[in-house]
């Protein structure tokens, strides 16, 4: 056997199956899921959902199912009976599609948006801001690159604007986060320098989406959490037929009671046994240091408002509460945490975002938490009462008016008491 024929036994194959691989990819596969692996999608809370792209996009096309985006992060995950996806399977015409899990916060949300920017036109969404999300270093890069793959990351450099200084700013903390020296982050990097990608960069993009496109079309379908036939429509039969939401909270406080009774925190009794018996000492007093008044995070939510501004998205926004029991046994700052809120929400009415949900001191409200810093039960059941409306009845045009100084170091670090913050909007011409 000569030597090329050698060669040839031993790569050959390897040589064939590399390009039959290739051409596999690179089929143009229909890429259309069922009504039934869409409705496991929305609920599914699952990364694969979050960081690809043709099941959140078909869906959100759709005319007749009329998904609505929820954004948020892991409160979606406390499904009880008065959660979104019940009341909405129950009661109301829309379907909440849920984009939520531990680590999912602005960052990684804008990445999941850039993906179905043109689904996102013109349209609703609900938005769920965490002030815990607000610590010192913003998300964490573990998180983000759990929730961002190459899909999200190139479909946003391929439209980047070396030219915004949001898209500049975006880039900038696309490389902190990913701290590598690929492709996607040398791409980042020249955004963030305000240079434009060449004719090079952007065929290796355009190339490189193609692939993970039929690549999504061909398995973002599979391995989904089957949440909706397990964990809601079981609890839609929980449910009156006939909307009340008086009766409702009032029965939802009762089922509180009953099911968060063998602890002093009014928490769900198996998230007690699972999470804090046997630890209450060691968390006394543990979160007196906590502060989230400055944090990158504030510029991550910034860019977030731009894309929901470029796609003239009219949003109604939640801002959770935390555990009044549990924040005065582990000393957090309930002063401090008001003034997060009050920063977050300056932040988003001097930009034309009002439609705001504040529930930071509702805490200590009966039958409102399920857990230390996740709402449930009565909670739920407020939480719909002032988003159907929102989402169901036609809403006035937003007038959205973008600032940049948000994003500026002055902002990120800006200690929001009242006379800071009034002197921040004076120097910016904010209203």
């Known amino acids: 056997m000569t030597n090329k024929k050698k060669l040839w036994s031993i790569f050959g194959p390897v040589i064939v199956a590399a390009i039959l691989v290739l051409v596999f990819f690179c089929l143009p596969w229909s890429g259309h899921h069922s009504a039934k692996t869409e409705q496991r999608a929305a609920v599914s809370l699952s990364p694969t959902v979050f960081k690809n792209r043709s099941l959140k996009v078909q869906a959100l096309s759709g005319k007749h199912t009329k998904y609505v985006p929820y954004f948020g992060s892991s409160e979606f995950n406390r499904m009880d009976r008065y959660h979104p996806a019940v009341m909405a399977a129950k009661y109301h015409s829309y379907r909440p599609f849920m984009f939520g899990s531990r680590g999912t916060q602005s960052l990684p949300q804008l990445f999941n948006m850039a993906m179905m920017s043109d689904q996102m036109q013109n349209k609703k969404a609900v938005f769920v801001i965490s002030p815990q999300w607000f610590v010192k270093r913003g998300v964490m890069p573990s998180a983000f690159k759990y929730y961002n793959g190459a899909y999200a990351n190139l479909t946003w450099l391929q439209k980047a604007n070396p030219n915004s200084p949001y898209d500049r700013y975006t880039a900038k903390r696309l490389v902190q986060l990913l701290g590598d020296n690929g492709s996607v982050v040398s791409y980042a990097d020249k955004i963030s320098k305000g240079k434009s990608l060449n004719s090079w960069d952007r065929f290796v993009i355009r190339t490189k989406l193609t692939l993970l496109h039929h690549e999504d079309n061909l398995f973002s379908g599979f391995f989904i959490k089957d949440n909706y036939d397990t964990r809601i429509k ?55 240091r906590f502060d989230y008044t400055k944090s990158p995070e504030y510029g991550d939510l910034e860019v977030v408002l731009n894309q929901l501004q470029k796609t003239n998205t009219n949003v109604i926004f939640m801002i ?112």
Do not use: C
């Open 234 to 288: 079981p609890k839609t039969k929980l449910l009156p037929e006939q909307l009340n939401y008086a009766d409702l909270s009032a029965t939802a406080i009762k089922q509180h009671d009953r099911a968060s009774n063998n602890n002093r925190f009014g928490v769900l009794n198996a998230f007690y046994n699972k999470r804090m018996r046997g630890q209450i000492k060691k968390t006394a007093g543990s979160q007196k």
């Open 320 to 431: 959770t509460p935390v555990n009044a029991k549990w924040e005065k046994h582990t000393g957090m700052s309930m002063p401090m945490y008001y003034r997060t809120v009050r920063k977050i929400k300056t932040q988003l009415r001097a930009q034309g975002f009002n439609n705001i949900i504040d529930y930071s001191h509702k805490g200590g409200q009966n039958g409102f938490m399920q857990d230390t810093i996740h709402i449930g039960w009565a909670g739920w059941v407020d939480f719909d009462r002032q988003t159907a409306p929102f989402l169901e009845k036609k809403q006035p045009q937003p007038n959205y008016h973008m600032n940049d100084a948000f994003l500026s170091n002055e902002w990120l670090n800006l200690n929001p008491t009242k006379a800071n913050i009034q002197q921040f909007k004076s120097d910016h011409h904010l209203k």
